[in-house]
């Protein structure tokens, strides 16, 4: 039942949140002086702006390699005449809103397993719905992501800043397979992890194994 509510507008809500590809039409309002520290991210959150709209703002500006004393445009809050939606308004979604589900899954699979094959990407995106359909994380994509436990967070992208850098394409087009076409390469699967970078110590190796795919194990 869950899954087939998840997919309903599926595809509107793609063209809605498909923002990282497409061209800003708005007028800008001013610029800003890239400051040493500064990233998208942050000048996005200091100006009230979307960082996804910031970005196609300046396309000529590396995203990861932003330079000390680069002008920024500052754009006006809507791409393409449609509002950008922002980390507030993602945030506030049900199990059923399609499009901060599709927002949030795709940042998720963009910040932990972009570069990697398609696969991979989609069994990160489902191991994210296995926890939404547990009810024990969340009652949307935006609290699984978020969720902690004993004060830690379940995903580390959303500590180091990464889970809000503009997705990669396939990031949607994997969310799309989870959420609305219901692919499921690692069923039961709760956890995953990289094993190059996962110390010997940490309790995620002794949970029982359901596939591997890409540099990533999945676990119950």
Request: net charge negative.
């Amino acid at each position: 039942m869950l899954k087939r509510k998840l997919s309903v507008a599926i595809a509107s809500a793609s063209a809605v949140l498909l923002t990282g590809v497409v061209t800003a039409q708005a007028a800008t309002l001013s610029t800003v002086t890239v400051q040493s520290g500064q990233t998208f991210w942050t000048i996005s959150q200091q100006y009230g702006v979307s960082l996804n709209a910031l970005e196609a703002a300046n396309p000529q500006v590396p995203a990861l390699d932003i330079l000390v004393g680069t002008q920024l445009k500052l754009p006006s809050a809507t791409v393409n005449n449609l509002p950008v939606m922002n980390s507030m308004e993602a945030s506030v979604s049900s199990p059923y809103d399609t499009s901060a589900n599709l927002y949030w899954m795709a940042h998720l699979i963009s910040a932990e397993a972009q570069g990697t094959s398609m696969s991979a990407q989609i069994a990160v995106g489902d191991v994210v719905l296995h926890r939404l359909e547990s009810f024990g994380y969340g009652s949307n994509v935006y609290d699984v992501v978020f969720q902690q436990s004993d004060g830690y967070a379940q995903f580390s992208c959303t500590t180091n800043g990464f889970i809000y850098n503009t997705p990669v394409s396939s990031a949607y087009t994997a969310a799309e397979d989870v959420l609305a076409k219901q692919v499921d390469l690692v069923p039961g699967a709760m956890v995953f992890f990289n094993p190059a970078q996962t110390p010997s110590g940490s309790w995620v190796w002794s949970q029982p194994r359901t596939n591997e795919i890409g540099p990533f194990i999945f676990a119950k």
